[in-house]
């Protein structure tokens, strides 16, 4: 077993006749590592920019932005066993890039999970198993860049190399604890909820971090440079963050609400101006059209509701320690809360192996 990913051994495929040579590898094995790489920090909205594949003895680097058609590359790994780590994201971006939706996956991160081990990130896991420490230096690289240096590959192909060696050792030791069944539960599940369209709130969507304490006008500014800046990052097709930060968009509404002129000299004049439009549109607005604050609705907790999901904590808690795995990661405390109020919601809210567990 090899201990390092060589960039001798990388291949990239970047056009339809390299594809075509791979896609035939895929026909001698059932399960392929993936990993994928996205330009989340760079661009406004995140594309698929590397799709990182491992098979048996053999490391490729499909390249997303070589303008090939990678329906075939689709038809071919949906007929196998996806192993990856800390699936969902992947999962969801390949669902957006290539229309992809996974049948069978093993994720080596729920799988230690299951194992009780603690320090489950990939880069713990290599070490713990073979000894080899991962590099970090690419971890917020632009990865549209092209040509992509040597490094970068090496980084990238690093994140499936070791994925099918890991999947083997995990699944080795889940069949030994009879957890295997665990790990398919858990699994399928993740698929379901990868396949799931996550909707923006609009209404709280511009609620950035700090917020919580604004009211009326301010609240109302807040809100308009919040989308002035959403427009502004589009249209420059850069994240929010780099036209600015959140904590000066909040610092920014209330200067403009206590009728103070935040200065922004680093803008452009076309910038600034739109900048202090938004502002003054939103700070002539009626006291109708101020956001409002909508607090979540429910009922007070009632007693035997309490008593009920403390009942079902303490019932976790003996389980995890008696099975060496997290509290959490049988059950959440806010899961423990719903299925308190409504038991009907552990059949959505849990698999199989978690409802056993708390007799549910």
Known sequence: MRTRASTKRIEVIASASQLAELLPQFEKVDRVAVDTEADSLHCYREKLCLLQVSLPGRDYIVDPLAGIDLAPLRAALERKEMVLHGADFDLRLLRRGLNFAAQRLFDTMIAARLLGIREFSLAALVERYFDVQLGKGSQKANWARRPLPA???E????DTHYLLFLAERLESQLKQCDRIDWLRQSCQRAIEQAAVERVRDEDEVWRVRGSASL??????????LWQWREKEAEAADRPPFHILQNHELLN?????ASEK???YRHFSSRRRQAFRAAATSALQSRESEWPVLRRRLGTRPS?????RTEELRRRRD???????LEPSFIAPRSTL?????????ATTLLVPWQRAILSL
């Open 215 to 224: 009211r009326g006008r301010a609240a109302a500014v807040l809100r308009a």
């Open 151 to 153: 490094r970068m590959l």
């Open 261 to 263: 002129l935040p200065d």
């Open 155 to 158: 980084y990238a192909v690093n």
């Open 252 to 256: 920014a509404a209330v200067s403009f």
């Open 337 to 345: 809360g719903a299925i308190a109020a409504d038991e009907t919601r």
């Open 303 to 307: 007693v035997g509701m309490i008593a």
């Open 318 to 324: 003996r389980a995890a320690t008696e099975l060496d």
